[in-house]
């Protein structure tokens, strides 16, 4: 079946540190979603990429997805404490319907 | 004020109990879906409704089952069958694909 894998699984970075998340699919998607979890909180939708190579920002974030759509990143340019959680890429399969493939997480922590 | 609400928070059960976990939304949304998270693992998938009167398995429905007899509800069943119930359950409903997620409720099976 298919699958996402993300790394890094954990990553702790000092306040102002760069951070990058890269996620895998053993399948190509037809498009990719991003969310974030907080501590004990709910997975919240950041974005979604859908074109072949798209790049896309959000203040600090900026998502790519690669040419082949079968490998997606997120990176966030000078972390701050409010970026702490864990970071969750979602893909769907050509033909999966409605069936989003979550990635396995990374959780990254901002030390001040 | 829109949202999806699920309840309870916390939740606990001894052994060989079925336990049904609510999840409601005044979101007008056709899809919803229920999730399991275990403790530092990803989102998997138990069951989805595309609409009203229907619904799929997911990739671990086993010992679970559902019902969507209503647009804005879909109740999640908790059988005496699923080997290792224990979990953070969450409830989302979608629009194009964006999903919606509610606060989620911990199981615990003692």
């Known amino acids: 079946g298919q699958q996402v894998m993300q790394i890094p699984q954990y990553q702790h970075v000092q306040e102002g540190e760069d951070f990058t998340t890269y996620c895998n699919s053993s399948t190509t998607l037809s498009n990719i979603q991003w969310y974030k979890q907080r501590p004990g909180g709910h997975p919240v939708f950041l974005i979604q990429l859908v074109k072949s190579g798209e790049v896309k920002k959000q203040k600090r974030l900026t998502f790519q997805f690669g040419e082949a759509k079968k490998n997606s990143s997120l990176h966030i340019t000078a972390t701050q404490t409010t970026d702490v959680g864990t970071y969750f890429c979602a893909g769907f399969r050509p033909g999966g319907g409605n069936k989003l493939t979550f990635g396995t997480g990374t959780q990254l922590k901002v030390e001040l | 004020d829109g949202g999806i609400t699920q309840s309870p928070k916390y939740l606990f059960r001894k052994e060989g109990q079925n336990v049904t976990l609510s999840c409601e939304q005044n979101l007008n949304h056709d899809a919803m879906y229920w999730y399991r998270q275990d403790p530092g693992q990803g989102l998997r998938l138990i069951y989805y409704?595309?609409?009203?009167?229907?619904?799929q398995k997911g990739d671990i429905a086993e010992g679970y089952s559902v019902s969507r007899e209503k647009k804005e509800s879909f109740p999640l069943t908790v059988t005496s069958a699923q080997k290792n119930p224990t979990a953070f359950y969450l409830c989302?409903?979608?629009?194009?694909?964006?999903?919606?997620f509610g606060p989620g409720t911990r199981l615990t099976v003692l």
């Open positions: 409704s595309q609409i009203v009167n229907d619904f």
């Open positions: 989302a409903s979608s629009i194009r694909g964006e999903k919606f």
